[in-house]
């Protein structure tokens, strides 16, 4: 019976050694044991105990755009030699991930990036890069992207039981996607004010950003942003889902009663201004007792 015990704890202890969250080095660097993995290419966007660790990256509207990573031979030692690292796709992980987490991301199609078949880490190093090609100006932006890249074999040593496999959601952003700070005026028949704020403005077509309404965005008020490159007109629209749709633009003046609340009132007609990345809006929405209209200038940062 106490052999049977004994036994027991020992597969215990087994197990959970083996069961560690991370293979990478953790406590005691020289008592590790060397495992071929993917380095974090940069802070995770999956929760904590996910299968798969999950990254995001945004890109340039390029026809080509570069996404390195690493491979390690992480642990205490180097590479005892030249090892061979085979490299390809697991896209049941992104299915496993969409079940686990109750998302809806798309497999990446291959026309729309290449992988190199191999890599090598050379002996006596630690890591090897590994190019991915995308082509964001392929992107269907309708679609939310990653990539499941896997470690599909090595030549030497030990694959990575929990970054052997990874997933890199990858989207394109246009032009216009970035950090802004906004200036401007809410107009409230009981509860105007003074706009002060930095704002990220987000890619949703080749031509269209969405930011959120005024200082609105914790209510869920978003609108869109669609630019005609040509004139530099701004169309507004309510963004999908948004609070207080419709959204009506005021190009040329306020709605009665209001008047001007701040210097820079005159400039907001709904455009854009490519040399100094700066858009001037007016628009809003009508609430139960008037128009609550937003009048903000976006220099971006």
Known sequence: MKYSIKIAGLLLLGMTVTSCLKDDITLDPDK?????????????????????????KSFDLADEADYPITVSYSGAQVAPTDITVTLGVDTAAVTQYNGEQDEAYDAISPDLYTIPATVTIPKGQRTAEVLIKLKPAKFDFSKNYVLPIQIKSVSSGIISG???TILLGVKAKNIYDAVYTSTGYVYHPSAPRAVDAEKELVTVSPTTVTV????????????????????NKVTITAAAGAAGAPYTQFDTALPAPYTAAWPNAAKANNTYDPATKTFYLRYGYMGSN?????????VRK
């Open 162 to 164: 929990n970054f052997g």
């Open 212 to 231: 959120e309404l005024g200082d609105l965005g914790g209510n869920g008020y978003f609108a869109n942003l669609t630019v005609n490159p040509t004139t």
């Open 32 to 56: 590790s044991t060397n495992v071929v993995e993917f380095k974090n290419p940069s802070s995770f966007v999956s929760p904590s105990g996910s299968t798969y660790s999950l990254y995001s």
């Open 290 to 298: 008037g128009w609550r209209v937003t009048e903000e200038i976006l």
